[in-house]
Structure formats: C-alpha cells, structure tokens
C-alpha cells in the first residue's frame, strides 16, 4: 500500500540553523502538506501546496518557512533560521484528487538546541 | 478560528465494553477524518465523512457525521486491547482543506 515516507526521522540542530525536512509523497496525489505536533499538544496545520503553489498558510508560517517541490517526487520544508520554540514532530500528509483525505507520514522529530 | 472539542479526554475501559468519543464545533466542516496516533508516529486515517447524517462502519467502529456538520462521534463495540491509542478528529471547512485536528481522546482499553 502507497505511503507517506520522511526523512530524516529524528534532526537534532543548533538555534539559528537551517534544516530542510524531506517528504515523499503518495505517487499520484496532488495536494501537499505541512503540520507540526509539540510535545503533548494538537496538531497544527502549517501550509497547504497545490498546483506548485502556496495555496494556504498559517500564522506560524512565516517568513523562516519556505516550502518547495524539487521534483516530481520530493516535497521539502527548510526552516531558514531555527528557534527553540520550533522543536517538535513535524509531519508531510498527502492527499488526492478528493483533497481532503489526506494521508501522514511517520514524521521528523525536530529538536533545536 | 474553529475548534474541535473532543470528549472525554481520557478513557479507561475493560477489554469488551462499548464506548462512544464525541467530537463537536461551532463550525459547519465540509468533511471530517477521524484518524488513530501511536505515540512517536504520525496519524492514520481511519475514515471520512463527508455527508451530514452519514454513517461509516469500519468492522468494530462505527462512525457518524451530525446532521449539520458541525459534530460526529465514533462508536467502537467489543472494545480490545488492540484498540488501545489516541483518537483525533479533524474538520476540513473547505478551501485549501487545511485540517483543523482535535484535541484528543486517550482511549486505553484492558484485559
């Protein structure tokens, strides 16, 4: 059965570095997505990707986030310039032409030291 | 912003009791997931409802989206320790269909 892959699956990194986390999505689906879990709290939806375009964002997607899809094949997030407060269990989902079935992968534990 | 209130937060049943997890917003969702998390892992769909008044059944687990969309529930018969996670709800109102996830039930069922 298709899946959502990520890697890495744990990133440890420095306040004030960049990190790019990487997503590969369901082969044929079409809308891409960014959330992220703190420890112990909901998860949060952070940009939605379609047509290779930003089709919405979160507060918390800020001028620091930057999505991007390389290829036919990989979907990034790089975080420019990391915070503390950005250490948690960031996950890709991805849906099909449906949209809003949308389908997780395993996640990337960011942590900022 | 809309929220989706989960009760109860934590439950804690015997291995073959029913139980019911509820899910409820002031906002009207244009469809609404329900989804299983392991701690560390990512969330697994388990269905969607998309149709006010519908009614999905998954072998043990029944689901129900309120006639308004606004509420949907998830009934799960002849509990099991497999049935043992976190249950999240989560609305899409449409649009970019960003989810709007709920804030969790604890389900931890015995022998």
């Known amino acids: 059965e298709p899946e959502v892959t990520q890697t890495p699956s744990h990133q440890v990194t420095q306040m004030g570095q960049e990190v790019i986390l990487r997503c590969v999505p369901i082969?044929?689906?079409?809308?891409f997505y960014w959330y992220r879990q703190i420890l112990g709290q909901k998860v949060e939806f952070l940009v939605s990707?379609?047509?290779?375009?930003?089709?919405?964002k979160s507060e918390i997607f800020d001028d620091q986030f930057s999505v991007e899809r390389p290829d036919g094949s990989n979907f990034t997030l790089k975080i420019r310039s990391t915070k503390l407060e950005d250490s948690a269990m960031y996950f890709c989902?991805?849906?099909?032409?449906?949209?809003?079935?949308?389908?997780f992968g395993p996640g990337t534990r960011l942590t900022v030291t | 912003t809309q929220l989706l209130e989960q009760s109860p937060q934590f439950l804690s049943i015997q291995e073959g009791e029913n139980l019911t997890v509820y899910c409820n917003s002031s906002?009207?969702?244009?469809?609404l997931q329900w989804y299983r998390q392991e701690p560390g892992e990512g969330p697994v769909l388990l269905v969607t409802?998309?149709?006010?008044?519908e009614v999905k059944k998954l072998k043990r687990l029944t689901f129900q989206f309120g006639d308004a969309r606004k509420d949907s529930s998830l009934h799960i018969t002849a509990a099991q320790p497999g049935d043992t996670g976190l249950y999240l709800c989560?609305?899409?109102?449409?649009?970019?269909?960003?989810?709007?996830f709920g804030t969790g039930t604890q389900l931890k069922v015995e022998l």
């Open positions: 989902a991805s849906g099909g032409a449906l949209g809003y079935e949308q389908y």
């Open positions: 082969s044929n689906h079409l809308y």
């Open positions: 990707f379609y047509n290779n375009e930003i089709s919405e």
């Open positions: 906002s009207v969702f244009s469809s």
């Open positions: 409802v998309v149709t006010g008044g």
């Open positions: 989560a609305g899409d109102t449409g649009g970019g269909n960003k989810l709007t």
